[in-house]
């Protein structure tokens, strides 16, 4: 069963960057999506980025332009760099893949956006 644990959220003022970052607990296939999806207070969760082999990044509308997902297969990690952030990009960011038809998800990092 495969594991993610995130890092690197936090209290961030708004315009401002974080990285986060996910490690598996093996190695994940290259042409299975790792990314991120995240869920604030009263709203459903939803897609932020995800990443395979073979295609291009998918992006959810709200952070388009905004957002890079990246990913180190060897590192077995993928990332996310969030830039101009704000308040409405609160929220707890959840890690997935998918293996064998089953999702794998993170515990989850909150990332707080606020002055």
């Known amino acids: 069963q495969v594991q993610l644990v995130e890092s690197g959220g936090g209290l961030v003022q708004p315009g401002g960057s974080l990285r986060l970052s996910c490690t598996a607990s093996e190695y994940i296939l290259s042409s299975n999506p790792m990314g991120w999806y995240r869920q604030a207070p009263g709203k459903e969760r939803e897609l932020v980025a995800r990443?395979?082999?073979?295609?291009?990044?998918d992006y959810g509308s709200a952070v388009m332009g905004r957002f890079t997902v990246s990913r180190d297969n060897a590192k077995k990690t993928v990332y996310l760099e969030m830039n101009s952030l704000k308040p409405e990009d609160t929220a707890v960011y959840y890690c997935?893949?998918?293996?064998?038809?089953?999702?794998?998800w993170g515990k989850g990092t909150l990332v707080t956006v606020s002055s």
């Open positions: 990443i395979r082999s073979g295609r291009d990044p």
């Open positions: 997935n893949t998918r293996e064998d038809g089953v999702n794998y």
